[in-house]
């Protein structure tokens, strides 16, 4: 609950008792309780809206998506995460040639590997 805990919440609380009295503490949470109701109603009416006038291309649209950390992690991290979780796969080397080097054979044990004297 917004990052608070148990000791926060008992000390808001002695604090709104001693605030506002034990008559009018009701009153208040009544209150505070009802313009809560009414932002969270303002916020999904102005979502609903938005979505709506956008168009069908937006249909997936979320305005959290446009908070920094979340924009962040879409559009930039979303990749490499992408690529740190996808199954290694072995390159197949068959069909693979590398115009820059040339074939060759694997050498065997004690074989000396072919001297270029043009090269050097």
């Known amino acids: 609950m917004f990052g608070l805990g148990w000791p926060e919440v008992l000390a808001l609380v002695v604090i709104a008792l001693l605030v506002f009295g ?3 503490l009701p009153q208040a949470a009544a209150q505070a309780g ?8 303002m916020a999904n009416n102005a979502r ?11 249909r997936n649209f979320d305005p959290a998506d446009l908070h920094p950390k979340n924009f962040v992690r879409k559009h930039l991290l979303q990749d490499l995460e992408d690529d740190w979780n996808r199954p290694a796969v072995e390159p ?12 060759h054979d694997e050498l ?13």
């Open 22 to 24: 034990p008559e009018k």
């Open 34 to 41: 009802k313009t809560l109701r009414q932002l969270r109603q």
């Open 48 to 58: 609903n809206d938005l979505q709506e006038n956008l168009g069908p291309e937006f």
């Open 92 to 103: 197949d080397h068959s069909s693979y040639s590398d115009p820059l080097t040339p074939a």
């Open 108 to 120: 065997g044990y004690g074989e000396i590997p072919p001297y270029d004297h043009e090269a050097t």
